[in-house]
């Protein structure tokens, strides 16, 4: 099970949740300070520039290490086989365990970086070695050994990165074990992905609440994303044309099978998931849902060109502004548990100020530019991610 | 998770009664914040829609008149602006927090307008006929007061990259604009000036306290310029000794920026000087063992990538307790 201290685990946990009361002004910084000694966090945890510092270097130490021991062997056979990147796997793997284990790295940058160069190191033997025996069936082992690995990276070390994986290679599994192995496996596969979709969001949404799980919540919201995502996608008009057009070799058909339950289903799904959002205030649905919106737009313009793309940005940027003002003005007085002031965890995000680079990186544009070399140095730092930076 | 939490916690004495009622009461009415999405949504409408005019604009030009469209455009501008000066706060050397929520994308969408304004006014008409110097000069004059005077972080960030382009305009315009030339000792320099001139600010901003919360900014440009044109220079003069004094610049902002960044308690700039001094100090060394050249110069390079890296590690974990501790 998991490999980090569980006492110290659940007291990060409980510090977390009392520091937001700290923030909150619920209680004052004496008791918090009481409570933070009375529950210890034994981990070594530094701040996220450190934790970005650790990784590279880590990063730069495992890959000349590797280097050096492949080329001290060179001469020997052994580094020509698959098995060579499962043996400096092994090695990762192994210094992980040890500085997770003796020196208590939680979340450093050490160990994210060790995990993340064992799973890839693991995943190339793997590929090498599902490779080499060419049966005609390739994805589906390599897929369901991705997934094995990658569940046991995760049961162990509770890490997103390696949750989203298992979860995309889960999926891959079943699409491909479902259109390798049942015949005309291709028209019916889009109700099972549906189905294991549905299920792993039943799954990682029912098991989110409960207190054995509670290490890994983050990972099972990673899971929900992903879930509500590919339920999304195994109904979305493009991609099931896409994927019939394949199967009836490569010509482009003008209609599918049951084209209506799935145009129905681009179109009032991301709605569906919005309108829940809001009703159980769900954060997850609510966001994917806004994000899903976007792409039943583009799914539907991609078929039907009612309107030239400039009009249409136009007006939806007016409806977007509209909307986003309306909310606003129906919220000046939070109304039915919402509200649209600013929570009070003062957000990392904040202290980069990662907005307004962002608005230099996509506005910063002046009359006759030519050498705009100043933006691409200092702009492209810390890009994705929004804020909820107040300027 | 929560109620029998606090219980516990009231029950060890670690909870006064006071603060155990403000935490109940809090959570039993918690609010559900759809800040983050709206402020997203925001963003996006603007960005949508000045993309749409924009194109728009480009492709109707013909049938709609150039009058028009700047007509409109100043329209958009005028008004944004309007609203801005109406519903401000005071001017105060300190941070002003901006009067709602919609304010600070209102100013931004007045001022993209008004740049759009100048750009199409000298692409059209060639108001400042071949000085580019001077169509680049006002948008960023007016960018820099927009972004003291309303306290606009973003507009900031905009006005040091119109700089940029300003500096890098005046100095090689002819080249630059009918070879599309890059004399990159000219731009080399330019950007060198650049960066010294951001530092410069940063330590002004925070040395007379006027706009203190934009010094970040400042910075993050300058160091990333300046030390990316000290080791470009670097690797320009590779074979001369003038290397040799771009190295010691190196070494000189990345000593600085280190007692700056320990002062002000900043992770960020503690890490992008330990990040380029050893991207600086491990080039000194490749360069050292390409001259001795032989297979066992490249397993000395990997120990000492190994070594250096591990070094690099503990000093990162030290400096991080002193940060702390300091």
Known sequence: MIAYNKTWLANLLLQNEVKQDLQNGCITDAEFKAIAAKYPVGFYTPNLFVRVGLFILTCVIISFSNGLLTLLLASTDLIETPAWFLVLGIFSYAALEFMVNSNHHYRSGVDDALLFISACLFATGFAILFYHNKAGMYYLPLTGMIFLLNLYFTIRFADVLMATVSCIALLAFVFFGWTRIIPGGLTTVPFIMMLASAGLYWLSFSYNKKVPFIHYQNCLIIAQVISLATLYAAGNYYIIQTLSDELNGGRASSSIPFGTVFWVWTIGLPLVYVGFGVKRKDTILLRTGLLLIAAAVVTFRAYYHILPVDIMLVIAGAVILGIAYGVMKYLKTPKHGFTYAETNDPNLMDHLKIESLLVAETFSTAPSAPADIGVKFGGGDFGGGGSSSNF | MTDPLYNTLHAE??????????????????????????????????????????????????????????????????????????????????????????????????????????????????????????????????????????????????????????????????????????????????????????????????????????????????????????????????????????????????????????????????????????????????????????????????????????????????????????
């Open chain 2, 13 to 326: 004495g670690l909870l006064s009664d006071d603060s155990y009622e403000k935490v109940k009461q809090r959570k039993q009415n918690p609010l559900f914040s759809v800040h983050w999405e709206l402020k997203t949504l925001l963003y996006l409408g603007v960005l949508l829609l000045t993309t749409g005019l924009g194109i728009l604009v480009y492709e109707n030009i013909d049938t709609i008149g150039h009058q028009f469209v700047l007509l409109f455009i100043a329209l958009v501008c005028a008004g944004s602006f309007a609203y801005c000066f109406k519903n401000k706060l005071p001017f105060h050397a300190e941070k002003v927090k901006s009067p709602n929520t919609a304010f600070d994308y209102i100013l931004l969408l007045g001022c993209i307008s008004f740049i759009t304004f100048v750009g199409y006014l000298q692409f059209e008409y060639q108001v400042f006929g071949l000085n580019y110097g001077l169509a680049t000069l006002i948008p960023m004059l007016v960018l820099f007061f927009s972004a003291y005077y309303f306290d606009h972080l973003g507009i900031l960030n905009m006005a040091i990259a119109n700089l940029a382009i300003w500096m890098g305009v005046s100095v090689t315009p002819k080249q630059l604009l009918l070879h599309s030339d890059f004399n990159s000792e000219t731009i080399l320099y330019t950007y060198l000036l650049l960066g010294i001139l951001l530092l410069i600010g940063a330590y002004a901003t925070q040395h007379f306290g006027f706009k203190k919360h934009f010094k970040f900014s400042y910075q993050h440009y300058g160091v990333h310029v300046t030390f990316i044109s000290l080791l470009a220079g670097y690797f320009h003069y590779y074979d001369s000794i003038i290397s040799a004094v771009f190295m010691l610049g190196v070494f000189l902002l990345a000593y600085l920026v280190y007692q700056d960044s320990l002062k002000n308690k900043s992770f960020y700039f503690l890490l992008l000087v330990v990040i380029y001094a050893y991207i600086a100090i491990s080039s000194l060394v490749v360069r050292m063992m390409i001259q001795v050249g032989d297979i066992g110069s490249f397993y000395l390079l990997s120990m000492y990538f190994i070594g250096s890296a591990i070094g690099l590690i503990f000093l990162l974990i030290n400096l991080n307790k002193k940060l702390k501790a300091a």
